[in-house]
């Protein structure tokens, strides 16, 4: 395992459950509910690359608009502006594919939405990507991709088609979902069965407090910490206490 390479997230606490940091050129699944700090996590993954690895980061929007993105995430002390400017972060607008018609022709051919929808974020992705050389990835939420494929099969087919995408960038990755049942015994999502690493973040209830749980399901290629650890988002962003249980 200490030949593996490491890709740090700078996230306190978060690197040391993850046994050192996530493998290069895995993909990530963070999976919770509203409010739970999913987008705020990927971007602080994204800005510690762009900041204090010498990375380059592209954020993949499925829902927000960049100027309401950049609006929120400034409430960090996040200058995202700045380091697009630098050409150290790159904001790819993929919402578009939500209001792509039914059929979509292509020379003579033509092409269900869905088909379409998953081709454009992936050619989207990828010309974004290399703009600017990006090494770090975060696509936010997959939800608006994924809820066009109500059949099981043709779902997992999207997410493979879409996780071997990026894994063909040699970038290392975040990917958003939502937290459809919430509880400790929650039923697993397709999803994280075809992610390298599944992070879930969710509100549990403690007596009569309510906590942020964190906890890492599974990473491949390292030893992880699976205890569910209390975490909380203050103005500089996301922090685990790796030491400390919610129970």
Known sequence: MSTIGRTLTGIPGLDEI???GIPQGRVVLLVG?????KTILATQFLVNGAKNYGEKSAFVSLDESKQHYYSEMAKFGWDIAKLEQERKFAFIDASPIRTIPGE??????TIGKKDFSLLSLIEGIKSGVKAIDATRIAIDPIASLVFQFPDVVQRRNAVLDLVEALVETGGTCMLTTELRVPGIDRAVQLEE???HGVIVLQTVQVGRSIVRSMQVEKMRETAIDMQPRPYRISQSGIEVFPKESIY
């Not at 509910?33 to 700090?37: C, E, L, N, R, V």
């Not at 979509?104 to 051919?109: A, E, L, P, Q």
């Open 18 to 20: 993850l046994g050192g």
């Open 33 to 37: 509910g509203p409010g739970s700090g």
């Open 104 to 109: 979509v022709k292509i020379g003579k051919m």
């Open 193 to 195: 069965y075809l992610a």
